[in-house]
């Protein structure tokens, strides 16, 4: 064991956003090469003064957490290694083998907008609307927030849903017992034919949280650089968008090896992924330029889910700054056409047909709205 002060980690219990789970099992490995100690407090607003007053060195805290409370003060020391972002279908059967019209309760509108992308006749409600149907609205009231996924899968099991869509945080902080089916990236090439899932931002993040002049350098083999990465640009791109967008956006970003970006768009027949990162004039077909490549997916979908405004970008790491700020402003500005009105042409273009001057209405609704004539 190296030398030195003993480090003392502040956590909580699980809030069913991995962050205990992550910790504890940073702190068991990582304490076989340094003295640390983990201590749990109530909550993360005590937790916090804990940290301010002395009484620890470190608060292990989520990326929202991070967002929501009092950090005046503080610094984020460095990141976890990233926990899998994606959410999970919790049901006996895929996304694609429901029963048609089939029930699911689901809380997140972006994921609710996913799923009926995928899946136009399911019926997807809140846990509010599945405590109404199964006439249990007082007792559910009365749970706590921590209880009420493990409610809804008790309802699962006794039939009153076909599934229920959470982070996969939750599906492992409450120890459920049924299956799960990612909704993934689709990453694997025998999986292409499914529906892509860009998940809400900043999931599967742990922060270290320190006093401002922490060295960080002493927790440096605990964290994951590119997982920094990834919280600071994700991070960037939410605060970046119009408030009315935070809640129906995907936003994911991640580092990976180049070699793994090729061999999977070779295996998808991506030719503007091929065209961008390999040499045409190598006869191997090597990398343009190695290293590790930093690629960000964004997405927003209409209320039916049946119209996708979509941005997606590959860049080296030292360029991810710049590439991240580049793809939000193609992003907003795609939105702002597609949710444009366009009016009449007054000039006519050579070889379009006439109706091609007509007014044309938007081809996209963020939020529900009535028809337009």
Same mark, same amino acid.
């Given at each position: 064991m190296e030398s030195g002060e003993r480090l003392v980690v502040l956590t909580t219990a699980s809030q069913q956003d991995g962050t205990r789970g992550q910790i504890e099992k940073a702190v068991s490995t990582h304490g076989k090469q340094r003295d640390l100690s983990l201590k749990q407090l109530p909550h993360v607003e005590s937790a916090l003064e804990a940290l301010r007053n002395g009484l620890g060195d470190m608060v292990a805290l989520s990326a929202f957490d991070w967002r929501q409370q009092d950090v005046s003060e503080l610094m984020v020391a460095g990141v976890l290694p990233r926990k899998?972002?994606?959410?999970?279908?919790?049901?006996?059967?895929?996304?694609?083998?429901?029963p048609k019209n089939a029930t699911l309760v689901c809380e997140h509108e972006l994921l609710r907008r996913q799923m009926l992308r995928l899946r136009a006749d399911l019926d997807l409600i809140s846990r509010d609307e599945l405590a109404l149907r199964c006439e249990e609205k007082a007792a559910y009231n009365d749970l706590d927030e921590l209880d009420r996924w493990p409610w809804v899968e008790e309802k699962l099991m006794q039939g009153h849903v076909a599934g229920f869509i959470v982070p996969r945080a939750v599906h492992n902080d409450a120890r459920?017992?049924?299956?799960?089916?990612?909704?993934?990236?689709?990453?694997?090439?025998?999986?292409?034919?499914?529906?892509?899932?860009?998940?809400?931002?900043? /999931?599967?993040? %742990? #922060?270290?949280?320190?006093?401002?002049?922490?060295?960080?350098?002493?927790?440096?083999s605990m964290t994951d650089p590119s997982a920094y990465l990834a919280w600071r640009l994700e991070t960037s791109m939410l605060e970046g968008l119009d408030p009315v967008l935070r809640e129906i956006t995907g936003i994911h970003v991640e580092q990976?090896?180049?070699?793994?970006?090729?061999?999977?768009?070779?295996s998808e027949g991506d030719g503007m992924v091929l065209e961008a990162l390999v040499d045409p004039e190598n006869p191997r077909r090597k990398a343009i330029r190695g290293g590790p490549r930093v690629e960000i997916m964004i997405e927003a979908l209409s209320p039916e889910g049946t119209i996708t405004a979509?941005?997606?970008?590959?860049?080296?790491?030292?360029?991810?700054?710049?590439?991240?700020?580049?793809?939000?402003?193609?992003?907003? /500005?795609?939105? %702002? #056409?597609?949710?444009?009105?366009?009016?009449?042409?007054?000039?006519?273009?050579p070889?379009?047909?006439p109706s091609f001057m007509d007014p044309q209405p938007r081809m996209m609704n963020l939020h529900d709205e009535p028809p337009l004539d």
């Open positions: 899998e972002p994606t959410w999970v279908l919790v049901g006996p059967d895929k996304p694609e083998y429901l459920m017992k049924s299956r799960r089916h990612t909704l993934g990236l689709q990453r694997d090439p025998t999986e292409q034919e499914r529906e892509r899932f860009i998940p809400p931002p900043l /999931h599967g993040f %742990t #922060l270290l949280v320190t006093r401002q002049g922490f060295p960080f350098q002493t927790v440096v990976r090896k180049l070699r793994t970006i090729i061999k999977s768009a070779k979509s941005c997606q970008r590959i860049a080296a790491s030292e360029n991810a700054h710049l590439a991240m700020v580049n793809v939000l402003k193609e992003f907003t /500005h795609l939105v %702002t #056409l597609m949710t444009s009105d366009h009016e009449g042409m007054k000039r006519g273009i070889g379009m047909p």
